[in-house]
């Protein structure tokens, strides 16, 4: 079965620095999609960046990117100039070609200090 | 193009009640999935629907059912309610692709609090 790891509960980053928020995931299949979410306070998900395990570029949606290491199943989430609108819930989440539901990690609480 | 709608926002019931949520999908989406998501935790998906149809389940007791309807809004019904079953209830729609699912985009959730 996959599953998907968000190792730090909570991070915490100066306004207008950059963070990184990380993320791995265990699966035997080969075609795939990765995504980050991000829920703010008002419980509302919102999709941040998606990346498709077949694209060796990484995903990048302006301040946000994803360092996406496929063979290290490691999928990596940086916020650079980071503002106070930034705090929230982050969530990686796996989906894979087997199954049609989303499969997340506990998540990353992020304060942004300014 | 309208998001994904979700009613009511808040809901309190007592054990042993049933309960229904509505979601109504993203325009031009066909599918519908609905996770539950407890205090502190990352969502749990519980099932999802495609042409009216149930298109895979989670790890949920049968007592958690839905239904799609043919303009692709969906329900979520709970019965004989348990105190476990507080939490945030997420509906998220997309487009059902040759290729397997497009991405999901969530509603506002419904936050079912059992006394």
């Known amino acids: 079965a996959q599953t998907v790891t968000q190792s730090q509960p909570e991070m915490s980053v100066q306004e207008a620095e950059t963070v990184t928020l990380s993320c791995t995931y265990d699966?035997?299949?080969?075609?795939?999609?990765l995504f980050w979410y991000k829920q703010p306070p008002s419980r509302q998900m919102i999709l941040v960046i998606r990346?498709?395990?077949?694209?060796?570029q990484n995903a990048t949606e302006n301040r946000f990117s994803v360092n996406f290491q496929k063979a290290a199943k490691s999928f990596s989430l940086k916020i650079s100039d980071s503002q106070l609108g930034d705090a929230a819930m982050y969530f990686c989440?796996?989906?894979?070609?087997?199954?049609?539901?989303?499969?997340f990690g506990k998540g990353t609480k992020l304060s942004v200090k300014p | 193009e309208t998001g994904v709608t979700q009613s009511p926002t808040h809901l309190i019931k007592t054990r042993g009640q049933q309960v229904t949520l509505r979601c109504s999908s993203q325009?031009?989406?066909?599918?519908v999935s609905w996770y539950q998501q407890a205090l502190g935790q990352g969502p749990q998906f519980i099932f999802q629907y495609y042409r009216e149809e149930e298109n895979g389940r989670g790890n949920f007791p049968p007592r958690f059912s839905g239904l799609q309807f043919p303009n692709y809004s969906s329900e979520l019904n709970v019965n004989a309610l348990e105190l476990d079953d507080s939490a945030l209830y997420l509906c998220a729609s997309s487009l059902f692709l040759a290729g397997g699912i497009d991405t999901q985009y969530f509603g506002p959730g419904t936050r079912l609090t059992v006394l």
């Open positions: 989440a796996y989906w894979g070609g087997s199954q049609g539901n989303l499969i």
């Open positions: 990346q498709e395990a077949y694209k060796q």
């Open positions: 699966t035997s299949e080969s075609d795939y999609y």
């Open positions: 325009s031009g989406h066909n599918t």
